[in-house]
């Protein structure tokens, strides 16, 4: 296959501790200046003690990376896939430098986040300049993949899956990680609120695939103070305005995580669920894609596409729903946070687009 400019992949994730005396600098690395409440911090930190200490983040990475490099070896795509994490051990910084070692010059770069805004998007791009800082590495990161037939068609089969056996009222709630208003406001660019957006079609088109015809979109995680909006409703909220509206079984579909991340494991399954059973409520999780085949296969669409694009040919970009394939190239004033005016890379007049 031809990977022409590219000559390496970069897996790009969030990383997450995996022993006890990892959480606390873990949660200072998250939260460097972003003026998160010390008791939001310690409530967190629990969670991970909860689980041993342990995120469940970097095992299943190095469950995608397996699955990765076995993909691209099967379809002849014959590159090196490298891996880094915005906030733990392996560090971007380290991946690049690994790079650098090894003589990679062009890189695409998969995250492991599927939407548009400031944390999915420009941070990482601000991640990632960083870490090319001084090495002679290009880095394209590639498109949003919301909707992609690969990250949509895995949610569906989860969610026809959840609902096999559930009694005829069951209600879907489909989850995401909730964000302060303001960044929603800026996702995509300025009153785009391209985050809601794109959930919103996920959902309704993962609703539409597996046949439920109850469904609404729920948030959870939110953090910060109390003071400033995020989005609403909260899942363990919604469950309780469901049940009072009569609703008797739910199935929760994670939309907003590509793994079971803390926030699925701590959040949906220990905490939801036990509102739920408070309420007695029927409660089941759909699966995340993890390292479904076809979401596998999605990563080296994506690259094979990006590649094309950089090689100046005409290419059939993959999307599914009403919203179009995501851009490959941020415009100026995508996913801004007036906290930040960090240099990044992938947007329009960036350095290393
Ligand atoms: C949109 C979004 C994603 C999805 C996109 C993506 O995947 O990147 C995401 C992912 C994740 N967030 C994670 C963990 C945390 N996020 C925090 C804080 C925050 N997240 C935010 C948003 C998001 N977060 C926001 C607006 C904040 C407030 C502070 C700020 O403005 O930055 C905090 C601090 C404590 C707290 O405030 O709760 C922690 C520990 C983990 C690791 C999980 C694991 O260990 O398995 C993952 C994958
Ligand atoms: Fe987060």
């Given at each position: 296959m031809d990977v022409r400019p590219f000559d390496a992949l970069l897996l790009v994730s969030f990383g997450g501790p995996e022993k006890p005396d990892d959480v606390v600098p873990f949660l200072e690395n998250v939260t460097a200046g972003r003026g998160i409440p010390r008791e939001r911090l310690e409530e967190v930190g629990q969670h991970y003690f909860l689980f041993g200490g342990r995120s469940p983040i970097n095992g299943?990475?190095?469950?995608?990376?397996?699955?990765?490099?076995k993909d691209f070896a099967d379809h002849g795509v014959d590159v090196p896939i490298y891996w880094g994490n915005r906030n733990w051990d392996p560090y971007l910084r380290d991946a690049t430098e690994?790079?650098?070692?090894?003589?990679v010059q062009r890189a695409a770069c998969f995250v492991t986040s599927?939407?548009?805004?400031?944390?999915?998007?420009?941070?990482?791009?601000?991640?990632?300049?960083?870490?090319?800082?001084?090495?002679?590495?290009?880095?394209?990161?590639?498109?949003?993949y919301f909707n992609h037939p690969g990250f949509v068609g895995p949610f569906?089969?989860?969610?026809?899956?959840?609902?096999?056996?559930?009694p005829a009222d069951t209600h879907v709630v489909f989850v995401t990680h909730s964000i302060p208003s303001s960044m929603n406001e800026a996702s995509g660019g300025p009153g785009r609120q391209m985050y809601v957006r794109q959930h919103e079609s996920v959902a309704a088109q993962v609703a539409a695939g597996a046949g439920a015809d109850q469904w609404s979109l729920?948030?959870?995680?939110?953090?910060?103070?109390?003071?400033?909006?995020?989005?609403?409703?909260?899942?363990?909220?919604?469950?309780?305005?469901?049940?009072?509206s009569g609703v008797s079984s739910v199935v929760v579909v994670p939309i907003g995580?590509?793994?079971?991340?803390?926030?699925?494991?701590?959040?949906?399954?220990?905490?939801?669920?036990?509102?739920?059973?408070?309420?007695?409520?029927?409660?089941?999780?759909?699966a995340t894609p993890g390292a479904h085949p076809e979401f596998v296969a999605m990563v080296r669409d994506l690259f094979l596409e990006r590649a094309a694009v950089e090689r100046g040919e005409i290419?059939?970009?993959?999307?599914?729903?009403?919203?179009?394939?995501?851009?490959?190239?941020?415009?100026?004033?995508?996913?801004?946070?007036p906290r930040s005016s960090l240099p990044t890379i992938g947007g329009v007049g960036d350095m290393t687009a």
């Open positions: 299943l990475n190095r469950e995608l990376l397996d699955a990765l490099r690994q790079m650098a070692a090894d003589g599927a939407y548009s805004s400031y944390s999915g998007c420009r941070q990482y791009r601000e991640n990632l300049y960083d870490a090319v800082s001084g090495l002679q590495i290009g880095l394209s990161r590639l498109r949003h569906t089969e989860a969610t026809r899956a959840g609902l096999q056996g559930a729920a948030y959870c995680s939110r953090s910060g103070s109390p003071h400033v909006p995020w989005l609403e409703p909260d899942i363990n909220d919604h469950l309780e305005a469901l049940k009072a995580f590509i793994s079971d991340h803390m926030e699925v494991i701590y959040d949906l399954d220990t905490e939801a669920k036990a509102t739920a059973e408070r309420l007695g409520l029927r409660y089941v999780r759909a290419v059939d970009r993959k999307s599914c729903g009403e919203l179009p394939p995501s851009h490959d190239v941020c415009p100026a004033d995508c996913c801004l946070n």
